[in-house]
Nanobody, 119 residues
């Protein structure tokens, strides 16, 4: 089982940047992909970005393409989300998730980290 711990959230002004990190507690050789999701107050959780663990292919939601970059460090079992040009509507709790190779779903989730963007 993979345990995920996010860090890097905080308060930033619009136009600023943050980098989120997600450290996996165990080896991720059986992980197909890792992703970031977010959930704003009163809204459903939504997909932000994902990266395949072996090939490094990346996918982004339209609303973050060109502003956010997902990356990984296999040696550190860590995935990152670099967020630039932040907007107030990016305010949400950001969650890291892992998709095991045996599932089509993201089965493991972190506890979330709050990102608040002020106008």
């Amino acid at each position: 089982q993979v345990q995920l711990v996010e860090s890097g959230g905080g308060l930033v002004q619009a136009g600023g940047s943050l980098r989120l990190s997600c450290a996996a507690s165990s080896r991720t050789f059986n992980t197909n992909a890792m992703a970031w999701f977010r959930q704003a107050p009163g809204k459903e959780r939504e997909f932000v970005a994902s990266i395949t663990w072996r090939g490094g292919s990346t996918y982004y939601a339209n609303f973050v393409r060109g502003r956010f970059t997902i990356s990984k460090d296999n040696a550190k079992n860590t995935v990152y989300l670099q967020m630039n040009s932040l907007k107030p509507e990016d305010t949400a709790v950001y969650y890291c998730a892992a998709q095991p190779s045996t599932s089509k779903k993201y089965a493991y989730w972190g506890q979330g980290t709050q990102v608040t963007v002020s106008p």
